[in-house]
T-cell receptor
Framework: GENVEQHPSTLSVQEGDSAVIKCTYS??????FPWYKQELGKRPQLIID?????GEKKDQRIAVTLNKTAKHFSLHITETQPEDSAVYFC????????????FGAGTILRVKS | DAGVIQSPRHEVTEMGQEVTLRCKPI?????LFWYRQTMMRGLELLIY????????DSGMPEDRFSAKMPNASFSTLKIQPSEPRDSAVYFC??????????FGPGTRLTVL
């Protein structure tokens, strides 16, 4: 089955700096890669996703890149703000009718002001 | 839309008791997922349903756990008997076919 590894486990950045979180997956059949943000005590919420037919996707300060050959994908947050502080999870799946996600272990991002 | 609804939001019970968690997916969503989140094991998929039919229950930890979806707007996750190691946050999520999953607010379960 699919296995997703995520690094780093914790990341501290200064406000305004960029943050990068990386994930690798094991199943070459996986074709859907979402990123979720979870604030303390709250539910995971989708912030961006990418499908395997594209290499990069951007949404304002957030971007995701995918390298299918190397089986890794990354989340990039630019101009970080204190409200970006949260736990970020990557996931991978074979997008089917019902989409079975396998999550990485999560990255605690702290943005210092 | 109200989003995915879960109840109760918090549950404290004693070891050996039966626990039932409830979920109402977003109206029109065909797939429903139950996850468990702990510090040690992260976010794990327990079981998921397509059109009320269980598709993959390989994440259900043991026979003490069972899940049902009697209709398109309701699902339950039952633990009987409960044990302290079942303490976790349990999330329900739902999705349209081939689409993103939306998570509910979760149920924080504490088994004493």
């Amino acid at each position: 089955g699919e296995n997703v590894e995520q690094h780093p486990s914790t990341l501290s950045v200064q406000e305004g700096d960029s943050a990068v979180i990386k994930c690798t997956y094991s199943d070459s059949a996986s074709n859907y890669f979402p990123w979720y943000k979870q604030e303390l005590g709250k539910r995971p919420q989708l912030i961006i996703d990418i499908r395997s037919n594209v290499g990069e996707k951007k949404d304002q300060r957030i971007a995701v890149t995918l390298n299918k050959t190397a089986k890794h994908f990354s989340l990039h947050i630019t101009e970080t703000q204190p409200e970006d502080s949260a736990v970020y999870f990557c996931a991978a799946s074979l997008m089917e009718y019902g989409n079975k996600l396998v999550f990485g272990a999560g990255t605690i991002l702290r943005v210092k002001s | 839309d109200a989003g995915v609804i879960q109840s109760p939001r918090h549950e404290v019970t004693e070891m050996g008791q039966e626990v039932t968690l409830r979920c109402k997916p977003i109206s029109g969503h065909n797939s429903l997922f139950w996850y468990r989140q702990t510090m040690m094991r992260g976010l794990e998929l327990l079981i998921y349903f397509n059109n009320n039919v269980p598709i993959d229950d390989s994440g259900m930890p043991e026979d003490r756990f069972s899940a049902k979806m009697p209709n398109a707007s309701f699902s339950t996750l039952k633990i009987q008997p409960s044990e302290p190691r079942d303490s976790a946050v349990y999330f329900c999520a739902s999705s349209l076919p081939f689409n993103e999953q939306f998570f509910g607010p979760g149920t924080r379960l504490t088994v004493l």
